[in-house]
């Protein structure tokens, strides 16, 4: 028993607890508790009523039992009794229990709902905390249905007390997480706002976690926080450490609030306002300046609240991208922490540092910190900090350390911890294949990349370097040397028998003049690991073997012999079997020129394009479109030298491109923090504006029923677009075209997914164009557009603009032509009200049939004839593909030629889809 | 925002729970199992922090005592660090010299002042003196010692 309790103290429970910790065994605590169990449900069962105190300690026991690890399923009744009771500790046990123990699905909300109504009216400030506590705790939606209004209202009037605030203002949060639908904004969004000016610095910290949510979501709404925070945050870190008393912690004054606020700054761009800018500038150099000082105390704490405000400082930094001196401030503060001696510095530099080094301001003075980031992989104790290692590596590789950092991390491979292997595989070879000058370097990565870690290299790693091979005659040569030598390893990898097959097969004459590769000495070396290896493996090395007696004629009865045999062409594996056969007969009766044909050098592949991957976060509601890489679909099969579908054999040459990156969306890629959908907004939504773009948005709609034409244009650039869509995928093929008659500098595009494809050329010369395809497949319903961000650099002038690509749902309409009677009776079976969307408005546009049954057709609907019974309105129905689901839309628009106005009704199987195309096409006409 | 928090022994017991979102019972206890097995196996004097699925792990050890903070993965580590010892001083405040002993009589009371610290995932009150002034408000609000002492224990 503990010496100390305070307050009240529940005697029975206090035993019962010593009880269980006295109980010698597993199923000596069980019997306890069933013991409990048991009484407590007779207690509850038991005619005569129980008094408040005794239902609070059973209640109590049950939630003891409950946090054991046991399940609870009664007692939900008597909890739900004690939120009325007018004892505060009874009240407060009561809301304890359905905060950890009712889901939010229990059919016991409503009564819970009434007891909240109750003390949120009550005006008893502990038990309104209380109730708003519950709310937030439960969270369901049938609260926020009941208390969305309310709890607003409780924020901004003018009595409530400052602890109320502070629990209104986060209960409200909650429920704009849960259900943002519920919660309007109106006239108290306003006075939210300038809460961030209140004296109480606890409503400010509570308060300002609610308006950074609310910015993310609406900032226009809201930008008028951006100087109140600014000048809050100014007031703060220009205080000395005593002025805000309690608030400051380890003489560090305020740090929630600060990096509450310096987080609320990274929802928006740059402020407009010079003075704003200014006094903005002035506290990240503050804060900057501060790291520099002696610190005030030696106590752990201090030095991690200040270091604390310093990363989301620069994490400030780094979003707004604009000032290369604080950039480079930012990347030196974070070289020292690069050595510090706390392990959790070290780890968050190189993490930062991941983020700087795509700052095209910062990246080159990330790089001088390789030899310390090395260092790190090798030396560091802590697994979790050399993978942050093993991250910057990646993120700080271009081609003038390329060569350096894939040697580090291969040779970290040998010792690397299991868990992150594959994904280091990965990076090694997409920077090897994206900064590969020679290709005889290229082969040498990948190959001792399987060498290292065969199990690890995934499929795709050595299909590519299979295809690099075959579309570069000048490597070869040098593959099929290299193969020959790595297979005399007398352990090898799978992997490396299939590439090793595979190579020999198509290339393997171009060694056969050294008498000591000769062509039987290669097939014997081949053939000396058939039978360690997996049938898809020997298939491949059959279909080798079919190759070799194309390629050396000398070799065909060494290998008729091994395919006659028993256990090949008795083999019970029957793709095994059925490839001895073919092959034997292939050989045995087709003539030499027919063998040549057949059995022909594999054609070069069709050269991919750059590629884009990653997923398009939702963003909001349902929707999310995801621009992946097409051959990710189709990838081809077990084996490659068997045959099987080849593109077109025009002669080209693989960009570099970030191929592989596409693999492998869901494998974490270095800087990019893929993962976190909100993150996305702020990592991508570029801010550094130096040209901000006036709303494209009027070229945008006009591509709604339209697949090619020009997108955007201004004095320095223009756009173009042709795209082309079929079932849920798409192709798009941006061109830019330069205007001026000067070169354009360091152009990328980043499509709003991954930084790190750079898929077009740098340099766009005076009056020329390049060209940039994106595949793009719609995995589910979304509304937003995806975002194209452009840089360049225009003399010494950094262009960014952000346009939104005209990808819309209804690109992936498939039209369906029906009778009328087939119509009418789905348009009936798509009755409920969510499913219908309807709009009137005024014509915008001609209003001529021709130009809308254009447009019609060009939404991607089948416009049907004869459907509707009055002959002015236009029917149209089509099936939206999207990768996990089918979407049935049926549409009716009716002119009214006099009021120049239109009516558009949609209806689809999925309401959000029939809302977001009916605001799409009420613009169109 | 922090999305929950575990404390748990050296041997793995789990001695508070609180999360921040709604997760089903069997969620819960896979995460927990996950977490006591990850940070346990961590070797003394590594960083606080892991990166589990898409969250950030911050633990930090007092006495036999394991906590541990997930945060969403934009949130700041070293103030999440502070945010577990900032709850271990108001602790150590209302308890005096805080123990697991403590922590494990008096559940209720763990919860009700980590409730009066965070709310919904976000830091509600910084200041020890705020919290602690609240806490003790509602202690005051309690009856007293002897009226429920009077009752009987079953």
Redesign the interface.
Known sequence: ??A?????????L??F?SDI?NCKSKEAEIKRINKELA?IRSKFKGDKAL?G??KKKYV?KL??IF?L?H?IDFGHMEAVNLLSSN???EK??GY?FIS?LV??NSELIRLINNAIKNDLSSRNP?FM?LA??CI?????REMAEAFASEIPRILVAGDTMD?VK??AA??L??LYKTSPDLVLMGEWTSRVVHLLNDQH??VV??AI?LITCLSQKNPDEFKTCVSLAVSRLSRIVSSASTDL???T?YFVP????S?KLL?LLQCYPPPEDGAVKGRLVECLETILNKAQEPPKSKKV?HS??K??IL??AISLIIHYDSEPNLLVRACNQLGQFLQHRE??L???ALESMCTLASSEFSHEAVKTHIETVINALKTE??V??R?RAADLLYAMCDRSNAKQIVAEMLSYLETADYSIREEMVLKVAILAEKYAVDYSWYVDTILNLIRIAGDYVSEEVWYRVIQIVINRDDVQGYAAKTVFEALQAPACHENMVKVGGYILGEFGNLIAGDPRSSPLVQFNLLHSKFHLCSVPTRALLLSAYIKFINLFPETKATIQEVLRCDSQIRNSDVELQQRAVEYLKLSSIASTDVLATVLEEMPPFPERESSILAKLKKKKGPGAVSVTELEDSKREGGELNGGGDRGPDTASTPSPSADLLGIRSAAPVGAA?A??G??LV?VFSEAGTTTTLPSSSLFWLLFVCKNNGVLFENQLLQIGIKSEYRQNLGRMYLFYGNKTSVQFASFTTTPQLNVQTKPVEPLVEGGAQIQQVLNIECLTDFSDAPLLNIKFRYGGALQNLTLKLPVTINKFFQPTEMTSSDFFQRWKQLSQPQQEAQKIFKANHSMDTEVLKAKLLGLGTALLDNVDPNPENYVCAGVIQTKGQQVGCLLRLEPNAQAQMYRLTLRCSKDSVSRRLCELLAEQF | ?MRFLLLFSRQGK?R??KWF??I??REK?KIIRDMTSMVLAR?P???????WK?LKIIYKRYASLYFCLAI???E????A??VI??YVELLDK???NV?E??I??????A??IL?EFL????????????VNR?IE???M?????EE??S?P??
């Not at chain 1, 100390?4 to 029975?12: E, F, T, Y």
């Not at chain 2, 709310?119 to 705020?130: A, L, N, V, Y």
């Not at chain 2, 609000?141 to 010692?145: D, F, I, N």
């Open positions: 028993m503990p100390v309790s305070k307050g009240d103290g529940m005697r029975g206090a035993v607890i910790r009484n008094d105190y005794s109590c939630l003891f946090l690890g399940d004892k505060y500790t407060q046990i304890l950890v889901n939010s502990t905390c708003l506590h937030a705790n439960v969270g369901s602890s502070q629990s986060l209960c949060l909650r610095m606890g910290t509570a976690s008393q309690d608030y912690y305020a740090p929630w609030l990096c987080r704490q991690n609240a270091n604390a990363f989301e392990t959790n070290r780890y968050l104790r802590d979790s900090v993978q923090p993962s976190a909100s993150l702020d | 925002m789990l508070l729970q979102t709604p089903s019972e206890k070797q004097r590594s960083c606080n922090f892991l990166h898409d969403e993965n934009q700041n580590e070293l103030l660090l502070e010892h900032r209302y308890f005096g123990c002993l403590d494990i009589f008096n559940f209720e009371k919860y009700f409730d709310m919904g995932g976000e830091i509600q009150e910084t200041s020890k003196q705020m609240s408000a509602s202690d609000l309690q009856e007293t010692m429920y002492m009752k224990a079953f």
